[in-house]
């Protein structure tokens, strides 16, 4: 088992996570109306933005991917979390990075956004 030394998260992921919930709490509005819709079209799923393609967050492209695009995908982390959110008032989004990086958050929304 690892000692708690090995499980701390490195200041720069803290800042990267920090910085990714944040983008997510500002674009709230558009995402859980898609995941909604997603949701509701095909199931289970996530949403996935690519936050390459424009370095400044904004206009970011993003999909909704359903459970079965994950699979295939191999990330059981992101697949973990679609097998266990609420849609009522949780969604999933994958984040796509440079460096062939993915940060996978299950988010709750607030009952006032929803």
């Given at each position: 088992?690892p000692?708690?030394e090995?499980?701390?998260?490195?200041d720069?992921a803290k800042r990267?996570?920090a910085g990714?919930l944040?983008?997510?709490q500002?674009?709230?509005?558009?995402?859980w109306?898609a995941a909604?819709?997603?949701?509701?079209?095909?199931?289970?799923?996530?949403i996935?933005?690519?936050?390459?393609?424009r370095?400044?967050?904004?206009?970011?492209p993003?999909?909704y991917?359903?459970e079965?695009?994950?699979?295939?995908?191999d990330?059981?982390?992101a697949?973990?979390?679609?097998r266990?959110?609420d849609?009522?008032?949780e969604f999933v989004?994958m984040?796509?990075?440079?460096?062939?990086?993915?940060s996978?958050?299950r988010?709750?929304?607030?009952?006032e956004?929803?």
């Amino acid at each position: 088992m690892p000692s708690p030394e090995q499980r701390q998260i490195p200041d720069w992921a803290k800042r990267e996570r920090a910085g990714d919930l944040l983008w997510i709490q500002e674009n709230l509005h558009i995402l859980w109306p898609a995941a909604q819709q997603g949701y509701r079209d095909s199931g289970r799923g996530a949403i996935i933005v690519d936050t390459t393609s424009r370095p400044t967050g904004a206009g970011n492209p993003f999909a909704y991917m359903p459970e079965v695009g994950i699979v295939e995908m191999d990330e059981q982390d992101a697949l973990r979390m679609v097998r266990a959110y609420d849609p009522s008032w949780e969604f999933v989004t994958m984040l796509l990075k440079s460096q062939n990086r993915m940060s996978t958050y299950r988010v709750g929304v607030p009952s006032e956004k929803r």
